[in-house]
């Protein structure tokens, strides 16, 4: 996600999608459900801060000094986690980070130019999962599968590795989807020509009520699972 409305009403779903998700985990007891999240929480932290760090890298050396002025081209987390998104992510399977502010009219290419911008983040948060998917490849050339499921530590490492690709893609999918705020629509408004014009901005306006809209009658859930399942499939074959 690269701008951002997110207002009271997305922070409201926010709460119900969390508790709902709570009562429906499908979790023996709390000291489970607290230690999946944990086992989550690398996953979420990296491939948020990745994913905004590639808009913000991208747009400098692209020619906008505005990321690099308010520090956003780091990989430190505290410079692009936003806690509401943290919290969305951890809870309810969606989230996104502090958005990277730009100005466009620093672009010498201003059209192709935000576009790259707009597939940084998700390009980022796909490299990322590929980089994970290596590294279990690895784990199980190294220390076999029986290592990861017989090893109170190699279970750990083997579930944090495995969610935090599955978290980058995600992260990746959803924010494809061409809905305001989203990377999606700022990459259907540059391919199309319509950035930046009065019609984007008057689908914008109402960008958190669509997103909402989408996210709770589960049309979110019916790109993103199956998305989820074709990728992780063609990643388990390579691991395997």
Not at 159 to 185: K, S
Request: charged fraction near 10%.
């Amino acid at each position: 996600m690269r701008k951002s409305n997110i207002d009271i009403t997305l922070i409201v779903i926010v709460v119900i999608l969390a508790m709902s998700s709570l009562r429906s985990g499908g979790y023996s007891n709390p000291m489970e459900w607290l230690t999946t999240k944990m086992l989550l929480l690398p996953g979420i932290i990296i491939g948020l801060s990745f994913h905004e760090f590639g808009h913000a890298v991208v747009a400098y050396k692209l020619g906008d000094n505005t990321p690099k002025l308010q520090g956003r081209v780091t990989l430190n987390p505290l410079a692009h986690i936003d806690w509401m998104g943290l919290a969305a992510l951890f809870f309810c399977g969606f989230g996104w980070g502090q958005p990277v502010q730009i100005n466009p009219y620093n672009f010498k290419h201003r059209r192709r130019d935000e576009l790259f911008v707009a597939l940084a983040g998700v390009v980022m948060n796909l490299l990322l999962a590929a980089a994970f998917t290596v590294i279990a490849k690895i784990i199980v050339m190294a220390g076999g599968y029986g290592w990861t499921m017989n090893s109170t530590l190699g279970m750990g490492i083997w579930e944090i590795v495995l969610y935090a690709m599955q978290i980058n893609l995600v992260l990746m999918i959803f924010n494809l989807i061409p809905c305001p705020p989203l990377d999606g629509f700022n990459i259907i408004a540059n391919v199309f020509g319509f950035g930046g014009s009065e019609t984007y901005w008057r689908i914008y306006r109402y960008g958190s009520w669509i997103l909402v809209l989408i996210i709770i009658t589960g049309v979110t859930s019916m790109i993103i699972t199956p998305c989820i399942e074709f990728f992780f499939k063609l990643a388990w074959q390579f691991i395997m």
